[in-house]
């Protein structure tokens, strides 16, 4: 399973993201698009969107801390 996390220092939604996962035992890559502008294109290219955080899961896009949809794709994965 592969999930990425876009995000930013000063988010708490990102914050909150990050936590859950961690509680969740689930393995992440943390994207800072504050200083990453490479991964701060990727995830406007990937989401349409500019705001964090943006989840990616296994190629599923979650905007914001959607925590039913993240939990659904969790299990899928």
């Not at 990425?4 to 393995?27: A, G, M, N």
Request: a positive charge; proline letters at 5%; hydrophobic letters at 40%.
């Amino acid at each position: 399973m592969s999930v990425i996390v876009y995000s930013t220092p000063s988010c708490p939604w990102c914050h909150k993201v990050k936590d859950y996962l961690e509680f969740k035992e689930i393995r992440f890559k943390d994207i800072n698009v504050a200083v990453d502008r490479p991964g701060a294109m990727e995830m406007i290219r990937k989401s349409g969107q500019s705001g964090v955080p943006v989840i990616d899961i296994d190629g599923n896009i979650v905007i914001g801390f959607d925590q039913s949809k993240i939990d659904m794709l969790l299990r899928r994965a």
